[in-house]
């Protein structure tokens, strides 16, 4: 049986059910109970025939929970997400956990609305956001947050970051400069299309006069107001000695107005207001849809960070408190309820936990994790309460990064669009003296057509889809990517995938699952004791190798003065002797004449002698062959370079049928090795995870790691891949190769229209709001082709 509340499995033994229609109705717990029966007793039951069943209701909110609720009454907390209107007026926006369909919106909104002191709640289905006015005389927040909990959705305040109220602000403006534009381009092209297909042709030239007079009065607030943005940037250019395609858009628009005023004033040559409103109103038309992809990317990072619980229960002497998440510090112990969103970044002290981190990755199946564990803030505890240790908050958290990246990826331009934004300053240099050229031409043929035929090949050749080619399909990747847990860093991506023939990997923790267990092992001495030491030190390595070693003792050695030797191993002092444990290159230097057993990679050693080996093994990837494979497949060569032993290199490369390998490699030979592969001409891509490859992932033309990876891995590296399947390398780079050709595509259009029209511009033979037309329907082209990469 299924839920009838939330549509979820009912457990066995609960036996709860709903009187809905007559007929009772299954429920999985008290809580689904509670919250339909208040749905039905409100008479809000219509919500369970127009939902949609096809999409699952999360827990409702516990009882315990709804007494933190009260804290969102604080004044200093309300500081953050509530507007003061006035005395008896406050708004806020609360971000709603779970709704799921167009029903659930109405349910929301129906409620509320029964609430004495509610003036206003208006539900956006598709970003999830609630936006409530109310009376704070008659009705306090807290009180709104429980009304919606009763009908079983969590909301939380929201908080735009700054980028995004920005973007806010942009699309606003823009859409009352449209709304001007688009007003006054209908009212004169009224009086235009009369004009030009003569139907007031036998009305006096005092009429058509006048006419021209309500088309000028239409068309100034265009030319005032809707187009301020084009002179503006215009100005910029100006100041910084630079041309861009706002200045002959400024031009055309200045000189097309101030030539038709001149001709309503003294009644002679030809107005082309309607020009000038249209041209406006596609040309704002363009820069908005631009701004809107822009956004939209923002806005997907910017709503994990509005996800985040305002809340936090802290561990103290007496008990637990609830407090803000900005006063958590790290060393913190929190407690983090079955159902509720982690407010912090933490290491896992509970036995184990299950937590959905769908979230940053787009999986939707929760991870497995044991005692010290990271756990990221953002991800949502599934099963039952845990505790973390606080490790990072606010904007050092995982999460805060992501958005941080995703800023910089969009604000950096690639190679690309530095070159095509080059080509249109000479494009544009090159259009201004071919529109002063033909302004001479054309009075020297024909004075009175000279100023129009101008106007028309400044507007037509304006170089706005050109502009517009790289920038809209950055956005659009960056913003898929992430969606699928992939990071970019920059647009190098973009850049290096079409000379990349090299890619070298990592083996541990990259092609294998980095996830060792110890299944040999050949000790000299006395097993207990070589537990304390190895024990001991491994627990300063943060190799993935060094993991089952570390646990091999409940009270490991103590040891001092440890010294880590890069892809070597570690050396220490313990009861004043020096101990070293790693790979047998290391312990050669103490011991020369050592030779390792078979496959055995660890080694411990005194001074004196060799204590133990020690043999580990590592999981390979379940989709490591497949990826290489179309590597392959794709001619691309894939190579490993390993610290690991070349034995255990070569067994691994034989079974993905790796033709090239080099094992027992240390981090200045891996850096060697792609620094002599780059000398030769070749583009080399690095993918891997640990400490030691930091130097080498820095160097590659481009590197990728994992979100599991060192935090001197993650640093180096230009891509982080959030989800941990090796095939995302695959996503990679089919999307930046799908971008560079929606690029090339976009370019080619913009400057075969831009070269093409041109001469017909000059020659006379199109007016100049047929151009403002197709100027805007290419940049339209533009950025409906870049809007392909939103999908996958």
């Not at 005092?206 to 084009?230: E, H, K, M, N």
């Not at 934004?421 to 009175?448: H, M, N, R, S």
């Not at 490699?665 to 090795?673: D, H, I, N, R, V």
Request: contains cysteine; proline residues 4%.
């Amino acid at each position: 049986m299924e839920c009838f509340h939330c549509l979820q499995p009912v457990p066995k033994g609960v036996n709860l059910s709903v009187e809905y229609k007559g007929s009772d109705r299954p429920v999985c717990c008290a809580g689904c109970q509670a919250v339909a029966q208040t749905i039905i007793q409100h008479r809000l039951h219509a919500y369970y025939e127009h939902r949609d069943p096809t999409q699952l209701q999360e827990s409702p909110v516990l009882p315990d929970e709804l007494n933190d609720l009260a804290l969102y009454d604080h004044p200093d907390l309300q500081k953050d997400f509530v507007r003061h209107e006035s005395d008896d007026t406050e708004i806020a926006t609360l971000t709603v956990e779970n709704i799921t369909c167009g029903a659930c919106g109405w349910l929301i909104e129906r409620e509320l609305m029964r609430l004495k002191g509610i003036q206003k709640a208006v539900v956006n289905v598709t970003s999830r956001r609630l936006q409530v006015t109310w009376s704070p005389g008659e009705l306090k927040l807290s009180e709104i947050l429980r009304a919606l909990a009763g009908i079983g959705y969590k909301a939380l305040p929201f908080q735009p970051n700054e980028a995004e109220q920005q973007y806010t602000r942009q699309r606003k403006n823009y859409i009352r400069r449209l709304g001007v534009a688009g007003i006054a381009t209908m009212q004169v092209m009224m009086v235009a299309f009369g004009l030009y297909f003569g139907a007031v042709s036998d009305l006096s030239p005092d009429l058509q006069r006048f006419l021209w007079g309500v088309s000028l009065v239409f068309a100034t607030p265009v030319i005032l107001y809707s187009a301020q943005p084009f002179y503006a940037g215009a100005l910029r250019a100006l100041q910084a000695s630079r041309l861009n395609m706002d200045i002959p858009v400024s031009i055309a628009l200045l000189g097309a107005y101030s030539a038709s005023v001149y001709a309503t004033i003294t009644n002679t040559g030809e107005v082309y207001f309607e020009s000038i409103s249209m041209f406006t109103f596609f040309l704002l038309t363009g820069r908005f849809l631009e701004l809107l992809a822009k956004e939209r990317a923002l806005k997907f990072a910017t709503n994990r960070l509005t996800l985040l619980p305002k809340l936090a229960t802290r561990e103290t002497e007496n008990g637990s408190e609830s407090i803000a998440i900005r006063q958590l510090n790290v060393g913190d112990i929190i407690r983090v309820k079955a159902g509720e969103t982690i407010p912090a970044d933490g290491s896992l002290l509970s036995s184990q936990a299950q937590v959905d981190e769908s979230l940053l990755t787009g999986e939707s199946l929760p991870r497995s994790k044991k005692p010290g564990d990271a756990v990221i803030a953002g991800s949502i505890n599934q099963h039952s309460p845990i505790r973390i240790e606080v490790t990072a908050t606010a904007q050092q958290t995982v999460l805060a990064g992501i958005v941080s990246m995703q800023d910089s990826a969009l604000a950096v331009k690639p190679k690309a669009q530095q070159v095509i934004d080059k080509i249109a300053g000479y494009f544009i240099a090159a259009l201004l003296i071919i529109a002063v050229i033909t302004y001479f031409c054309w009075w020297w043929i024909q004075p009175e057509h000279a100023l129009w035929v101008t106007l028309a090949v400044l507007v037509a050749t304006c170089p706005c889809a050109l502009s517009l080619a790289a920038p809209t399909a950055l956005t659009g990747i960056i913003h898929r990517l992430n969606r699928d847990g992939i990071l970019l860093k920059g647009a190098d991506v973009l850049e290096s995938v079409k000379e990349l023939d090299k890619v070298c990997l990592d083996k541990t923790g990259t092609l294998t699952e980095g996830k060792f267990r110890l299944v040999e092992r050949d000790d000299v001495i006395d097993s207990e004791t070589v537990n304390d030491l190895v024990s001991g030190l491994e627990s300063f390595s943060e190799h993935p190798l060094s993991v089952p070693l570390s646990q091999l003792s409940e009270s490991p050695a103590q040891f001092q003065n440890v010294e880590n030797e890069i892809g070597l191993g570690l050396q220490g002092e313990f009861n004043d002797r020096q101990y070293r444990v790693g790979s047998e290159t290391y312990i050669q230097q103490w011991h020369p004449e050592f030779k390792a057993l078979n496959k055995h990679q660890v080694i411990i050693a005194s001074r004196e002698r060799v204590l133990a080996q020690f043999r580990v093994e590592d999981q390979l990837r379940e989709d490591a062959l497949v990826t290489i494979n179309w590597l392959k497949e794709k001619g691309y060569q894939p190579i490993i370079l390993s610290g690991d032993s070349q034995s255990r290199v070569e067994s691994l490369a034989q079974e993905l049928g790796i033709s090239e390998y080099h094992g027992a490699l240390k981090p200045e030979q891996k850096l060697a090795f792609v620094t002599e592969q780059q000398d030769t001409g070749n583009t080399v891509w690095m993918i891997g995870d640990g400490i030691n490859d930091s130097p080498v992932l820095a160097k590659a033309n481009l590197s990728m790691t994992f979100s599991q990876a060192s935090d001197l891995a993650q640093t180096a590296a230009d891509v982080v891949l959030l989800s941990e399947p090796l095939s995302q390398v695959k996503t990679v780079i089919e999307s930046a190769l799908k971008t560079r050709r929606i690029m090339q595509q976009n370019f080619v259009w913009a400057l075969v229209y831009n070269v093409s029209i041109l001469p017909v511009a000059a020659m006379g033979m199109i007016a100049p709001w047929a151009a403002a037309l197709g100027m805007s329907l290419s940049s339209l082209l533009v950025i409906g082709n870049s809007l392909r990469l939103y999908r996958k």
